[in-house]
């Protein structure tokens, strides 16, 4: 199966201010075309688009052909969570596409962001932004949302993941989008010390093993889960406070069993890491398309060639 890369910027006025002035951003995705000015306008969805290996930008538009949308970092917050406009912004987003939906959305962690003047926030807020997730997705029920689950947000404890198993979906599993096969997994913890002895994952014995089962079974396969891999590009951009990577530790033993059977891995994506990049992880393909900030997303289509993958951000912060 082929993959054709298509990276994309997509910028404008903002629908909040409607006359708002239109932003730039001196930090571009593609580090190897620094140099490049971006600036278009939302309301008439012109939409500008890089074509890999490609300098020149040009117009393009969403998707004609059936799409799915892939993006991360949501951080809904309830009206006493640190960031409420967060899920006033995501509705918003979702109205841009009314015209031309995707057939399915999946989000790679950090649903809600569970977090009021300290963090972590309270149980009940916790569940209050769920419901408020969930609240969304039925305002718009032509879109198929799914997701997985971020530890330090989205769950913090056993309970609160076996809680969201039963109520929100399943931590980990297989969907087939029109032919194209994806398996997801959700798990911790967020972030470890290099050089720590310290090492622990919330990914239970028998989820690596169901993974590797199920690479054993397909063909190939896009994967999705929150915490990125550590590369050269994901480590430069994860080091946070207290010196901690926000990245998966990598003695953890998904990265012996990706090593494994990265033939049949199509394509990678994470979140957690605010910034909308491409890497790659053992000639993988792998990307970051987070909704925070720049209200970044992946789409995948179907196309003559193969799989279409393209990468969005609008700049003007909705």
Same mark, same amino acid.
């Given at each position: ?19 708002? =002035? ?5 930090? &571009?995705?593609? =580090? ?16 500008? *688009? ?9 117009? *393009? ?23 409420? +406009?967060?899920? @006033?912004?995501?509705? !918003? ?9 995707? !057939? ?8 809600? +962001?569970? $977090? ?14 769920? $419901?408020? &997730? ?24 056993? !309970?609160?993941?076996?809680?969201? +198993? ?29 050089? +720590? ?8 014995? @028998?989820? %690596? ?28 951009? $994860? ?15 998904? %990265? ?15 979140g957690h890491i605010h910034q909308i990049f491409r890497h790659e992880f053992e000639g993988v393909d792998y990307f970051s398309c987070p909704f925070i900030d720049n209200r970044g997303f992946c789409t995948i289509e179907i196309s003559n060639e193969g799989i279409l993958t393209r990468m969005f951000r609008w700049q003007d912060q909705l």
């Amino acid at each position: 199966m082929s993959v054709r890369l298509i990276f994309l910027s997509v910028v404008g006025v903002s629908i909040i201010a409607m006359l708002g =002035a239109i932003y730039s951003s001196t930090e &571009f995705f593609d =580090a190897k075309n620094p140099e490049t000015e971006i600036g278009h306008d939302i309301n008439s969805h012109r939409l500008e *688009c890089l074509e890999g290996g490609g300098k020149k930008w040009i117009d *393009c538009s969403l998707p004609a052909q059936p799409y799915m949308l892939i993006t991360s970092d949501l951080h809904i917050s309830s009206p006493i969570g640190r960031w409420p +406009d967060t899920t @006033k912004k995501f509705k !918003e987003f979702l109205g841009l596409f009314s015209k031309a939906p995707p !057939e399915k959305i999946f989000i790679v962690g950090d649903v809600v +962001d569970n $977090a009021i003047d300290n963090y972590p926030g309270s149980i009940e807020n916790w569940r209050n932004e769920w $419901a408020l &997730f969930q609240a969304i997705k039925e305002s718009f029920p032509f879109i198929v949302f799914q997701q997985s689950y971020g530890s330090g947000h989205d769950w913090l404890n056993d !309970e609160m993941l076996d809680e969201l +198993d039963r109520d929100q979906g399943p931590r980990n599993g297989f969907f087939e989008w029109r032919g194209v096969k994806f398996i997801w997994l959700s798990f911790g913890p967020a972030a470890f010390v290099p050089g +720590d002895e310290f090492h622990g994952s919330d990914l239970r014995q @028998k989820d %690596y093993d169901w993974l590797e089962e199920m690479l054993v079974l397909v063909p190939s396969a896009t994967l999705l889960f929150h915490v990125p891999l550590v590369t050269p590009e994901s480590r430069s951009r $994860a080091m946070f406070s207290g010196g901690r990577l926000i990245a998966v530790d990598p003695r953890d033993r998904l %990265y012996s069993i990706l090593s494994q059977y990265s033939e049949k891995i199509d394509q990678i994506f994470s979140g957690h890491i605010h910034q909308i990049f491409r890497h790659e992880f053992e000639g993988v393909d792998y990307f970051s398309c987070p909704f925070i900030d720049n209200r970044g997303f992946c789409t995948i289509e179907i196309s003559n060639e193969g799989i279409l993958t393209r990468m969005f951000r609008w700049q003007d912060q909705l």
